[in-house]
């Protein structure tokens, strides 16, 4: 039963950089057949698509947050990360790390618990 | 770039049929996904590809899609299917995922 458990800090500074890792456990990060996804949501909000990464390190990005994101995967650690830059008061969310099944027709079938980052000083 | 249309809020009682719309230009040539999601919780998927269900999702929800409207349907609803309901395409013109707003279904 693969499991997914998003990571890191609560609590961010204006203008400084997110950084968050997911941890795929029970199944391997590197099989074919899966994308890996960040998605986020707002208190009282719904859910925005942030990216998502292939195993060879092929991303794609939403446009709206491109020139602020970065995600990147580590196979041997069977993680992936994502870094979002110059963070403001409208990034405070929580955080869900998702798979994303090309079995499925890109649905997103498995999610982590969710991280609540806050962006406060 | 593509928006999807939910209606904010749902009612219905339970035993009774719901119905969730997703509206979309042409969302009739797309894969369309469902998700619940309850307070608190990380969302579910209930519905992929239009209409079929991932292992454990009772027989109770199922979709349909065509023309510019995707439809949720979930039968003899009972109080615990209360949640918000969100769904979601892909869009190859712009390689991204697209969520829709999300609709809140009380059961009175």
């Known amino acids: 039963q693969v499991q997914l458990q998003e990571s890191g800090p609560g609590l961010v500074k204006p203008s400084q950089t997110l950084s968050l890792t997911c941890t795929v456990s029970g199944g391997s990060i590197s099989s074919g057949s899966y994308y890996w996804s960040w998605i986020r949501q707002p208190a009282g909000k719904g859910l925005e698509w942030i990216g998502r990464?292939?195993?060879?390190?092929?991303?794609n990005y939403n446009p709206s947050l491109k020139s602020r994101v970065t995600i990147s995967v580590d196979t041997s650690k069977n993680q992936f990360s994502l870094k979002l830059s110059s963070v403001t008061a409208a990034d405070t969310a929580v955080y869900y790390c998702?798979?994303?099944?090309?079995?499925?027709?890109?649905?997103?079938?498995?999610w982590g618990q969710g991280t609540m980052v806050t962006v406060s000083s | 770039s593509y928006v999807l249309t939910q209606p904010p809020s749902v009612s219905v009682a339970p035993g009774q049929t719901a119905r969730i719309t997703c509206g979309g230009n042409n969302i009739g040539s797309k894969s369309v996904h469902w998700y619940q999601q309850k307070p608190g919780q990380a969302p579910v998927l209930v519905v992929y590809d239009d209409s079929d269900r991932p292992s454990g999702i009772p027989e109770r929800f199922s979709g349909s899609n065509s023309g510019n409207t995707a439809t949720l349907t979930i039968s003899r609803v009972e109080a615990g299917d209360e949640a918000d309901y969100y769904c979601?395409?892909?869009?190859?013109?712009?390689?991204?995922?697209?969520f829709g707003g999300g609709t809140q279904l009380t059961v009175l």
């Open positions: 998702a798979r994303w099944s090309a079995l499925l027709l890109y649905a997103f079938d498995i």
């Open positions: 979601q395409v892909w869009d190859s013109s712009s390689d991204h995922a697209v």
């Open positions: 990464i292939y195993t060879s390190g092929s991303t």
